[in-house]
């Protein structure tokens, strides 16, 4: 079945220092790639998302570049802040006639942004 | 976007006994789907609720186990039965108003079984 790898597992920048967090797929069929940002004791919180057909996105100061060919994912946070401390989680789904929207979850990273 | 809420927001239960989450949505929405997060862990998927029929349910996951209900398409509960102290968990549901695949996510139950 469909596998989500995500590194790093847990990442330590220092205030204005930019964050990289990558994930890769197994499931070549797979087209929709969300991100989400969880903080202690929230549910999760979708921050970006990106489909198949496009190779960046950018929201501000996040942004999620794909390459279907490696089948890897990654997510850009510049000019980091404290307030972005959290645990970050990718997900990838495929999108079919039949497909039920599931989410599959890279195991998270856990973002600490140092004042 | 959606709004969701969920109730519980957090329980302890003794072994043996059961619990039954709730989540209740802003809007009609087509589907939604019911996940387990363990201490420290990923997020993943039970069972997606479907209005008007049974329940679809992953791998590793049975209704004995977690039922759940979906009685209109603004509302849907999960219940964690002959709970054990494995059961403690975070239990999210989400949604995904339209035809869309984007899901949105209530804020967490969070279970302490004893």
């Known amino acids: 079945g469909e596998n989500v790898e995500q590194h790093p597992s847990t990442l330590s920048v220092q205030e204005g220092d930019s964050a990289v967090i990558k994930c890769t797929y197994s499931?070549?069929?797979?087209?929709?790639f969300p991100w989400y940002k969880q903080e202690l004791g929230k549910g999760p919180q979708l921050i970006i998302d990106?489909?198949?057909?496009?190779g960046e996105k950018k929201d501000q100061r996040i942004a999620v570049t794909l390459n279907k060919t490696a089948k890897h994912f990654s997510l850009h946070i510049t000019e980091t802040q404290p307030e972005d401390s959290a645990v970050y989680f990718c997900?990838?789904?495929?999108?079919?006639?039949?497909?039920?929207?599931?989410?599959?979850f890279g195991q998270g990273t856990t973002l600490q942004v140092k004042p | 976007s959606a709004v969701i809420s969920q109730k519980p927001s957090r329980d302890i239960c003794q072994r043996g006994t059961s619990l039954t989450i709730q989540c209740q949505v802003d809007?009609?929405?087509?589907?939604m789907f019911w996940y387990r997060q363990q201490p420290g862990q990923s997020l993943t998927l039970i069972a997606t609720?479907?209005?008007?029929?049974?329940?679809?349910?992953e791998s590793g996951f049975v209704i004995d186990k977690f039922p759940i209900s979906r009685p209109n398409l603004t509302f849907s509960t999960l219940t964690v039965s002959n709970m054990s102290p494995e059961d403690s968990s975070i239990y999210l549901c989400?949604?995904?108003?339209?035809?869309?695949?984007?899901?949105?996510f209530g804020p967490g139950t969070r279970l302490l079984v004893l």
């Open positions: 997900a990838a789904s495929k999108r079919g006639s039949s497909n039920t929207g599931k989410l599959i």
């Open positions: 989400s949604v995904a108003p339209g035809q869309a695949e984007t899901q949105y």
């Open positions: 609720a479907n209005q008007g029929s049974e329940a679809t349910y």
């Open positions: 990106i489909r198949s057909n496009v």
């Open positions: 809007s009609q929405v087509t589907m």
């Open positions: 499931d070549s069929a797979s087209n929709y």
